[in-house]
């Protein structure tokens, strides 16, 4: 567990190292907390770290969102992704799933410009999928702002693994 006085007392190099893996290939965001040390606690760092995500730019957010694995296919996973798939059994798909994954991955990243984005803590492939189908019918604008809010769901439940740990 990460307490509030280590918070503080992390070096740079130490505070990317462990916040800079919360936002997926995005290191950036930790680089900016960084400067707004020292931290009350650890919802004071928590709702920096969202804030400095939340007024990220369109095209801050657009790389934000690039930078997230294709679900399933993706053979080069960051390790929490890795884990937060495994967990939800996407690495145990039947052949179908398999390649119903692919065809909405592509067809999907096509028509928004980029890959879909779900938290999946606490779902299983059938509910992720069933998720995948009806998204994918959304306009651009909508599933823009939803990806937005699946990110910030990933990154609060890392920061909550993180600092339960």
Request: with cysteine; hydrophobic share 35%; proline share 2%.
């Amino acid at each position: 567990m990460i307490l509030k006085s280590n918070l503080n007392n992390l070096n740079r190099d130490e505070f990317i190292s462990l916040f800079g893996v919360i936002f997926e290939k995005t290191q950036w965001i930790a680089e900016k907390l960084f400067e707004l040390k020292p931290f009350k606690n650890k919802d004071d760092l928590i709702n920096k770290m969202i804030q400095i995500y939340e007024s990220s730019s369109k095209n801050e957010t657009l790389n934000i969102l690039r930078a997230h694995p294709k679900l399933v296919v993706e053979k080069n996973l960051t390790e929490h992704s890795n884990q937060e798939q495994s967990r939800s059994n996407l690495k145990s798909c039947t052949k179908e799933e398999f390649d119903e994954f692919i065809k909405l991955n592509n067809e999907y990243e096509k028509k928004f410009g980029f890959p879909f984005i779900i938290a999946v803590k606490d779902k299983d492939k059938i509910e992720i999928l069933n998720n995948f189908r009806q998204r994918i019918n959304n306009d651009i604008e909508f599933e823009f702002k939803e990806s937005k809010k699946q990110v910030r769901k990933i990154a609060l439940f890392r920061l909550d693994e993180l600092f339960t740990k």
